[in-house]
């Protein structure tokens, strides 16, 4: 980082405390806007320090809003953390409908375009890929195996071909199996799939007939499937179906589409105390420029939306997408307190490693990835949006279940902005965005784009610019690293009883 640059930053006027941009000493004098600080503490980088004294009992401020209680008095210059600030989240909330004074972002042509795969429905890929999903996990391996033959046999003709296996399916009663139905019959309709292979057992809870039957009529003309336990040679079925399948899916081509048709899946993993000031918001730039030329940003993980949900409240399109938003996020709360956990069981680990101390600091970073667009759904579980707009999606914090949804539900790339960093990837082309510098030239093979550069002071546009210039080189067939490290999974949402 340039010597020159400042050693801390706090994000607005309002704030009780700073953010270190580097690790701080003992005794160094940190200025802060037109104040000299005095360090009484060491400081890692990425966590914070107090710029005004705060009593013990008051809410200390970050982002403009409370991110917690301070446990004791804090004076000027203190570390900031786990161990002298706490959570002011409980239980449930009561809200009222006060939407923004302040005018919604505004709709903007944009000349912008992507090569993409338009679909009957109207709907447009980022990929042409086959996909091989299951009823049940007792055929993921032969759905892996299947996968293997026919990407060695029809290599070229079309972007892929992939199977995404899971261990659920059986065993399962009520909502669980209602989400693993429902979830992959989501994942068939995706506009990156080109065409779909869907295979059972036979003898499974998960049946295929109750799964088709969840797909609409005028989405299974590129969908085949059939039961294992119904064919002889299992292998050989699969890979004449993906022939057929194959056969089908190269007759479209790509083609050029403007940015009103691209979905953008919003996800924060392994965050850090940069994440909310530079690949968050940066993420939520994009979301803001997307969304105002006409196209879809979803935004997930409502555990991480606990003491931030009054932002996205104010921006709801409507009071019902409003009384939507209220009842997504105490819905979630409730299912902590059936389960008897609080609320607040966040940040992880590796967060606060990070110098995130509490779920409320945590969710006013991760939702600016929804920059200032309007609200305009709110969807549950394995459901597919379908507005354009910003839609509220709902599924946990959990990276693997909240990334699988986001696909389900339409995303046709995820932008997946970490401070740790992860190689995880999903079906549609994920995006990963570093919060810091150091992370992006650790992890090259990681990492798809440093947002850390913003913390050595380069032009915010001209960053986005260039975030925005990659996002549509992968749109238009560009692979990402998680494709190159051929890291493609799914995971599903499992919340009862396992006969």
Not at 420 to 435: D, E, H, Q
Request: aromatic share 6%; proline share 5%.
């Amino acid at each position: 980082m340039n010597s020159a640059l400042p050693a801390a930053y706090r994000i607005t006027a309002r704030d009780d405390v700073a953010i270190a941009l580097r690790d701080l000493n003992v005794g160094e004098q940190i200025t802060i806007d037109d104040q000299t600080v005095t360090l009484r503490d060491p400081v890692g980088r990425g966590h914070k320090f107090a710029v005004r004294a705060i009593a013990a009992s008051q809410p200390v401020c970050k982002y403009g809003w409370p991110i917690g209680r301070a446990k004791t008095d804090i004076p000027v210059g203190a570390h900031v953390h786990t161990h002298n600030v706490s959570t002011r989240l409980a239980g449930l909330d009561e809200y009222r409908y006060e939407p923004a004074s302040e005018s919604a972002l505004q709709a903007q042509s944009s000349s912008a375009t992507f090569m993409g795969y338009r679909r009957p429905d109207g709907r447009v890929g980022t990929r042409n890929e086959i996909w091989i999903l299951c009823t049940v996990g007792c055929v993921g391996r032969t759905a892996e195996r299947i996968a293997r033959l026919a990407s060695q046999r029809f290599a070229g003709r079309v972007d892929g071909i992939h199977a995404f296996p899971h261990q659920f399916g059986c065993s399962q009663l009520g909502g669980d199996l209602d989400r693993t139905r429902k979830l992959t019959a989501a994942l068939a309709c995706h506009p990156n799939a080109g065409g779909v292979l869907i295979l059972g057992l036979g003898c499974e809870s998960n049946q295929l007939d109750k799964l088709l039957a969840d797909i609409p009529a005028n989405q299974r003309a590129h969908i085949k499937s059939f039961a294992a336990q119904s064919t002889t040679d299992e292998t050989q079925a699969g890979l004449q179906a993906v022939e057929e399948l194959v056969q089908l899916a190269e007759r479209t081509k790509r083609e050029p589409c403007p940015l009103s048709t691209l979905s953008i899946g919003l996800k924060c993993g392994g965050s850090d105390g940069f994440s909310g000031i530079t690949a968050n918001p940066l993420v939520g730039r994009i979301a803001d420029r997307v969304t105002a030329a006409g196209g879809a940003a979803i935004l997930t993980e409502i555990p991480e939306v606990f003491g931030a949900e009054r932002l996205l409240m104010q921006r709801a399109a409507s009071e019902q997408v409003f009384d939507g938003i209220v009842s997504v996020v105490n819905d979630f709360k409730d299912y902590f307190i059936r389960n008897h956990q609080p609320v607040h069981e966040n940040p992880s680990p590796g967060n606060i490693a990070g110098g995130i101390t509490t779920l409320e600091e945590k969710s006013l970073g991760a939702v600016q990835k929804g920059g200032h667009a309007t609200v305009t759904e709110v969807i549950r579980y394995a459901e597919r949006s379908s507005k354009p707009g910003l839609t509220l999606l709902e599924a946990p914090g959990n990276d693997g279940i909240s990334s699988t949804a986001l696909v389900a539900a339409g995303a046709t790339i995820v932008l997946f902005t970490t401070g740790r960093g992860t190689p995880l990837g999903f079906p549609a082309p994920t995006l990963k965005i570093s919060s810091n510098s150091a992370l992006a030239q650790n992890k090259p093979h990681w990492i798809d784009f440093d947002a850390g550069r913003l913390l050595a002071g380069e032009d915010t546009e001209q960053v986005t610019d260039e975030f925005l210039q990659l996002i549509i080189a992968t749109a238009s067939g560009q692979p990402a690293r998680n494709e190159l490290n051929e890291e493609r999974e799914i995971a599903i949402w499992k919340d009862g009883v396992t006969l």
